[in-house]
């Protein structure tokens, strides 16, 4: 069905931005539903945000203002922006496709985010 490749994680400061990217290598991309979702140690899986292929989008309460998500359907290419991060932001980041039309669902390997001096 494809795969997802998540890109853009590291080590930042408090107040730093990083720009995760999501690579998908099947064809139904421009189709898709695509979200960032994060989970940190001991925590749940959370929804941090997600476009839809009509550009509609979304954002969780503790990211909005902060976080910008958008799409490349050129690049099959998903992109979140994230300003003024926090440490409570530290999570390993995963991205999901849904696809119109099918209940398959697709998941990165994840990718980890640390904010912290």
């Known amino acids: 069905q494809g795969q997802l490749v998540e890109s853009g994680g590291g080590l930042v400061q408090p107040g730093g931005s990083l720009r995760l990217s999501c690579t998908a290598s099947g064809d139904t991309f421009k189709i898709s539903t695509m979200s960032w979702h994060r989970q940190a140690p001991g925590k749940e899986r959370e929804l941090v945000a997600y476009i839809t292929s009509g550009l509609s989008t979304y954002y969780d309460t503790s990211v909005k203002g902060r976080f910008n998500i958008s799409r490349d359907d050129a690049e099959s290419t998903m992109y979140l922006q994230m300003n003024s991060l926090k440490p409570e932001d530290t999570a390993i980041y995963y991205c999901?496709?849904?696809?119109?039309?099918?209940?398959?669902?697709?998941w990165g390997q994840g990718i980890q985010v640390t904010v912290a001096s």
């Open positions: 999901r496709q849904i696809t119109a039309g099918s209940y398959n669902t697709c």
